[in-house]
């Protein structure tokens, strides 16, 4: 998992829903919002690094079979 | 209106004036790289929406600078006291403009009024409410731009991904660029002209020429809008003599993008009553169209250098207006 964004869009979730609190009332939507779409970001990046390890490793067996 | 009075709006105006001036690459760098406008009319363009954004906008920002920063039934921004915060605001721009950190005239006009306030009548004057709307939003608004900016990049490559037609899609963007510029200029206008008006209204209210419960007078908004857009003018006029090398080369989409995202943002606020950074939004959104791709896209000094001016930037401006409205305190 070493996609920068991963980490980039947890931190920002996080920073989003510490300053909920902190937020107007009637704005408390706004960081909430922001928080749950961070954290779908990086759901969104997880799986495409997962996606991509897994394409990686079978074009490594495919290669290894091949040049067997 | 006595001399004091028409010094201070003349200094507000002129802050309002080198805001425009200042921000007028953010407006015109994305459709000038992409060349759908020579410099000379993308600056037209720019100062335009400026001052046609008060035909758009209310006047919460204004009302926000003016009255929910420092407490207005407390009869505490004299004339010297917002001269002080101007004084501390335009200090704190020299000086990072010298150290090359790019903060926001918006944050130091909040820090300044803040400071000087409170050299003059303690921290009770201060509006808790409003500073904490303003303090959240420093760090909500460009990362709103970067989901905005990002979101909208993925939206624009799924529609068109399939899309033989590479060359005409590019082509349609292009010509989307103008309504995004002009978006993002309507949405600077909007927000920072606002700003100047509640320094005005405010110095209007301290010293008798207006009601406390006043809004802002016509002629107030419409000083405030020439003088961003004249300021946007004079600015691109520069930027003309020494563009090409400068602005980075970007896609029309990836304009067209940021654009549009920083402009939601910022009609968001506008009409929330929120005053945000249009320099930090922007750059939020240019990030995330940037992120839609990877993450060494972005240029992280830059936005380091950006946390820093969060950081650093209301309690400077404090400072400085504090030490200015002690020694006025001291002189009178």
Not at chain 2, 175 to 182: F, H, M, P
């Given at each position: 998992m070493n996609d920068r964004r991963l980490w980039f869009f947890l931190v920002a979730a996080m920073a989003c829903a510490l300053l909920i609190p902190a937020a107007p009332a009637d704005l408390r939507w706004v960081p909430k919002m922001l928080a749950v779409v961070y954290v779908v970001l990086a759901a969104l990046v997880a799986l495409e690094l997962v996606g991509r390890r897994g394409e990686d490793e079978a074009e490594a067996n495919g290669g290894g079979d091949s040049r067997a | 209106m006595d001399i004091g009075v028409l010094l201070v709006i003349g200094l507000a105006l002129a802050f309002d004036f080198t805001n425009g001036f200042h921000d007028a690459a953010n407006s015109i760098a994305t459709v000038v790289?992409?060349?759908?406008l020579s410099p000379r009319y993308a600056v037209a363009w720019a100062a335009f929406f400026n001052f046609a954004a008060f035909l758009v906008f209310g006047t919460e920002v204004a009302t926000t600078i003016a009255k929910d920063v420092v407490?207005?039934?407390r009869h505490v921004l004299t004339v010297g006291v917002v001269f002080a915060g101007l004084i501390g605001a335009i200090g704190w721009n020299l000086l990072t403009f010298y150290l090359g950190l790019p903060t926001?005239?918006?944050?130091a006009l909040v820090g300044g009024m803040a400071g000087a306030a409170v050299a003059r009548a303690g921290l009770g004057v201060l509006q808790e409410e409003g500073l904490r709307k303003i303090g959240v939003f420093i760090v909500l608004s460009p990362l709103l731009g970067l989901a905005l900016g990002l979101i909208l990049t993925l939206v624009i490559m799924w529609l068109f991904s399939r899309s033989?037609?590479?060359?005409?899609?590019n082509r349609g963007f292009r010509?989307?660029?103008?309504?995004?510029?002009?978006a993002f200029s309507l949405g600077h206008g909007g927000n920072d002209a606002q700003k100047t008006m509640g320094i005005i209204l405010a110095v209007l209210i301290g010293s008798g020429n207006l009601r406390a419960d006043a809004g802002v007078p016509l002629w107030v908004v419409l000083a405030a809008h020439i003088a961003i857009g004249l300021g946007t003018l004079s600015g691109g006029w520069r930027i003309v003599k020494t563009l090409g090398s400068?602005?980075?080369?970007?896609q029309p989409v990836g304009g067209?993008?940021?654009?549009?995202?920083?402009?939601?943002?910022?009609?968001?606020?506008?009409?929330?009553?929120?005053?945000v950074s249009t320099t930090h939004t922007i750059t939020g959104a240019i990030v995330?169209?940037?992120?839609?791709?990877?993450m060494s896209a972005v240029r992280w000094g830059v936005a380091g250098r950006v946390v820093w001016a969060w950081v650093l930037t209301i309690p400077g401006a404090f400072a400085i207006a504090w030490v200015v409205e002690a020694l006025i305190g001291l002189a009178g």
């Open positions: - | 790289s992409t060349r759908v407490d207005p039934a926001s005239s918006s944050h033989e037609r590479a060359e005409r899609v010509r989307g660029q103008l309504v995004s510029a002009a400068k602005i980075t080369r970007l067209f993008a940021a654009e549009s995202a920083a402009a939601v943002t910022l009609f968001f606020t506008s009409s929330a009553g929120i005053p995330g169209v940037g992120a839609s791709r990877r």
